[in-house]
């Protein structure tokens, strides 16, 4: 038996894992939509395609991922595929946490260079600039 793929559940799954209150996506949509419009169609288990195009357009997400994205076997393929909370990077195992530290290090090195690279240019435009 095929299961039967929830698309308003998936316009609310990716609407929040891209932060998008109902209302922004109802201004997105047009006059016609406000805040409770979203919440309805967000019930409904399919969706005309045409609004799907819609939608699609306004959060940059293909129709296919509304029209095909089954939490549970998603689910079931993380389970079968990564355990311990750790997800494989090439033949190696990362720990979340310590790839959320890795990138949070990243960009702190980052934002020091550019600091750095500030204080330089400062320093050459003091150069430039006639003592008064």
Not at 25 to 31: K, Q, S, V
Not at 60 to 69: S, W
Not at 81 to 102: E, R
Not at 109 to 117: G, T
Request: aromatic content about 6%.
């Amino acid at each position: 038996m095929e299961k039967k793929i929830h698309e308003g559940r998936n316009v609310k799954r990716f609407r929040e894992m891209l932060g998008i209150k109902q209302d922004a996506l109802a201004y997105e949509l047009g006059d016609d939509w406000n805040q409770k419009k979203i919440s309805i169609l967000e019930t409904k288990e399919t969706i005309d395609v045409p609004l799907l195009q819609q939608i699609s357009a306004a959060l940059k997400i293909p129709v296919e991922a509304f029209q095909n994205f089954d939490e549970e076997q998603a689910m079931n393929i993380i389970a079968n595929t990564f355990g311990d909370y750790a997800f494989n990077c090439g033949t190696m195992n990362v720990h979340p946490i310590d790839k959320i530290l890795q990138l949070h290090e990243e960009k702190i090195a980052l934002y020091e260079r550019m600091m750095k690279e500030k204080d330089e240019m400062m320093a050459e435009l003091k150069k430039l600039i006639p003592a008064k």
